[in-house]
């Protein structure tokens, strides 16, 4: 994903929103806000030096948990290996790996459980300068050493690969166009910038967007749809030779969203507080979109993709491994304190994530089989 354009160097994110409405008449779509308030070069909340994850940052994913997340998903990553026959090299590629809290877990898992981890290499994307210098010298446990690490801006930098692909909570925060139904028809969402903040405007109707027509829903009804996460569905498409693609992240069906967000899902999220206006203070918080499923399994079709799996995640896990992965971390355990932690984060993984689901999708040149939920 190319960085944010700019018309002219400035200050901050408000200040590149404020130029952009400027080029525009005064509006500028939601997407091309939610880009600039993510991504700008000069303020976007992903290009801060500190880091939004964590304790100090605007929220938490599972891999702030512990181990047991990481460790789970090196499971899936392995079961897919050995589908492939354990080929020499697998690419295994982290999309938006954030500050890096996941790859070592995964790398120290693969290491322990492969008998030929230097096959491995582990690759991150990840378009946030900070967040890809953290996440390449964040220190990983000495068994993880064994595979090898790069970092790169994008999928196909170094052409085709053999493989797996995976991304925990990116998708969410692609930009998305925001569309209102009005009228019979469907109207691209704007923000109205009046210099220090914005305002919902109107834009012009929309037709089609991407590889799934766009639903005849109520008037008002609002929804959240991203070509650039379709676009980056078909770049992976187009540089997996063989292998799959895992997506993790909250979300639903077309009609689930229709029906648990009427009046559209951007959330804005600020020292872990929900409920702040997304259109005050860009570049000072983090903004999302519940991911719709059923446009990202359609634009996954369109683009060669063969579904593997669709389902929740703690039943994803379950499948790949996440009982055993906790009994051996109990057993590990090295007092009651640190049984008590991996019991809670156990718990937060179970309860804390029912939104999310699991998109395992195979590359089409070779057919994988997900792994069955235990009975």
């Given at each position: 994903?190319?960085?944010?354009?700019?018309?002219?160097?400035?200050?901050?994110?408000?200040?590149?929103?404020?130029?952009?409405?400027?080029?525009?008449?005064?509006?500028?779509?939601?997407?091309?806000?939610?880009?600039?308030?993510?991504?700008?070069?000069?303020?976007?909340?992903?290009?801060?030096?500190?880091?939004?994850?964590?304790?100090?940052?605007?929220?938490?994913?599972?891999?702030?948990?512990?181990?047991?997340?990481?460790?789970?998903?090196?499971?899936?990553?392995?079961?897919?290996?050995?589908?492939?026959?354990?080929?020499?090299?697998?690419?295994?590629?982290?999309?938006?790996?954030?500050?890096?809290?996941?790859?070592?877990?995964?790398?120290?898992?693969?290491?322990?459980?492969?008998?030929?981890?230097?096959?491995?290499?582990?690759?991150?994307?990840?378009?946030?300068?900070?967040?890809?210098?953290?996440?390449?010298?964040?220190?990983?446990?000495?068994?993880?050493?064994?595979?090898?690490?790069?970092?790169?801006?994008?999928?196909?930098?170094?052409?085709?690969?053999?493989?797996?692909?995976?991304?925990?909570?990116?998708?969410?925060?692609?930009?998305?166009?925001?569309?209102?139904?009005t009228g019979g028809v469907w109207k691209e969402r704007t923000v109205v910038w009046d210099g220090e903040r914005g305002e919902w405007g109107?834009?012009?109707?929309?037709?089609?967007?991407?590889?799934?027509?766009?639903?005849?829903?109520?008037?008002?009804?609002?929804?959240?749809?991203?070509?650039?996460?379709?676009?980056l569905l078909r770049a992976v498409a187009d540089h997996l030779l063989e292998g799959a693609l895992l997506i993790l992240d909250y979300g639903?069906?077309?009609?689930?969203?229709?029906?648990?967000?009427?009046?559209?899902?951007?959330?804005?999220?600020?020292?872990?507080?929900?409920?702040?206006?997304?259109?005050?203070?860009?570049?000072?918080?983090?903004l999302s979109v519940d991911v719709d499923f059923g446009r990202l399994r359609a634009a996954a079709r369109a683009a060669g993709l063969v579904?593997?799996?669709?389902?929740?995640?703690?039943?994803?896990?379950?499948?790949?491994?996440?009982?055993?992965?906790?009994?051996?971390?109990?057993?590990?355990?090295?007092?009651?304190?640190?049984?008590?932690?991996?019991?809670?984060?156990?718990?937060?993984?179970?309860?804390?994530?029912?939104?999310?689901?699991?998109?395992?999708?195979?590359?089409?040149?070779?057919?994988?089989?997900?792994?069955?939920?235990?009975?």
């Open positions: 994903m190319a960085a944010s354009p700019h018309p002219r160097r400035g200050t901050g994110a408000a200040d590149s929103v404020r130029r952009w409405a400027e080029l525009q008449g005064g509006a500028l779509p939601w997407e091309r806000y939610m880009e600039i308030a993510l991504y700008d070069r000069e303020g976007g909340r992903y290009q801060a030096p500190e880091s939004p994850f964590g304790k100090s940052g605007d929220f938490y994913t599972a891999a702030h948990l512990g181990p047991a997340f990481g460790r789970t998903l090196a499971r899936w990553v392995l079961s897919i290996d050995a589908q492939l026959g354990h080929p020499d090299p697998f690419r295994l590629v982290e999309l938006g790996p954030g500050d890096g809290s996941l790859a070592g877990d995964i790398a120290d898992e693969i290491a322990r459980r492969s008998g030929t981890p230097d096959r491995f290499e582990y690759v991150v994307v990840e378009r946030s300068e900070p967040l890809r210098r953290q996440a390449a010298q964040r220190a990983w446990p000495a068994p993880a050493s064994r595979l090898r690490r790069a970092v790169q801006n994008g999928i196909g930098d170094r052409g085709p690969f053999v493989g797996a692909v995976f991304a925990n909570e990116l998708w969410d925060a692609l930009p998305a166009r925001s569309l209102l139904r109107v834009g012009e109707t929309v037709r089609a967007v991407g590889a799934a027509p766009l639903p005849d829903d109520e008037e008002g009804t609002v929804r959240e749809v991203s070509p650039v996460g379709e676009s639903g069906t077309t009609e689930e969203l229709g029906v648990r967000h009427p009046t559209g899902s951007i959330a804005a999220l600020r020292r872990h507080r929900g409920g702040g206006n997304p259109l005050e203070a860009p570049g000072t918080a983090d579904e593997m799996a669709y389902r929740s995640q703690i039943e994803a896990l379950g499948a790949w491994g996440l009982p055993e992965v906790a009994e051996e971390l109990r057993r590990a355990a090295r007092s009651e304190e640190e049984r008590v932690r991996i019991h809670l984060a156990l718990k937060s993984l179970g309860f804390g994530f029912e939104r999310f689901r699991a998109l395992e999708l195979a590359a089409p040149g070779r057919p994988l089989a997900a792994l069955p939920a235990p009975r």
